[in-house]
């Protein structure tokens, strides 16, 4: 069975910064597009940062571009999320998502996706 499994998240203060994990379980997955969704609570989940399979292309979501950093290790089957200058509004639980097909910011596109990790920002 597939596994997505993320980790790093935590409570920190504004201006802070995190860096996610998301590892894979299955080899292939280094050649998947791998994405970072959020859902803060009582909001609808929302992309924050794609990669492509290569990691030769990047998107970010423009409530992050600048601040987060989307990167993968394919070697490690692992993709990670940097996150300085964390704000209040970042809070959310983070997911990361997969697909062998397509990245971009549809989140309903993505076939694989972790059990998420909670990011708490306190201002």
């Known amino acids: 069975q597939v596994q997505l499994v993320e980790s790093g998240g935590g409570l920190v203060q504004a201006g802070d910064s995190l860096r996610l994990s998301c590892a894979a379980s299955?080899?292939?997955?280094?050649?998947?597009?791998r994405a970072w969704f959020r859902q803060a609570p009582g909001k609808e989940r929302e992309f924050v940062a794609a990669?492509?399979?290569?990691?030769?292309?990047?998107d970010y979501a423009d409530s992050v571009k600048g601040r987060f950093t989307i990167s993968r290790d394919n070697a490690k089957n692992t993709v990670y999320l940097q996150m300085n200058s964390l704000k209040s509004e970042d809070t959310a639980v983070y997911y990361c998502a997969a697909d062998s097909t397509y990245w971009g910011r549809a989140g309903h596109e993505y076939d694989y996706w972790g059990q998420g990790t909670q990011v708490t920002v306190s201002s």
């Open positions: 299955k080899r292939s997955f280094s050649s998947y597009a």
């Open positions: 990669i492509s399979w290569s990691g030769g292309s990047t």
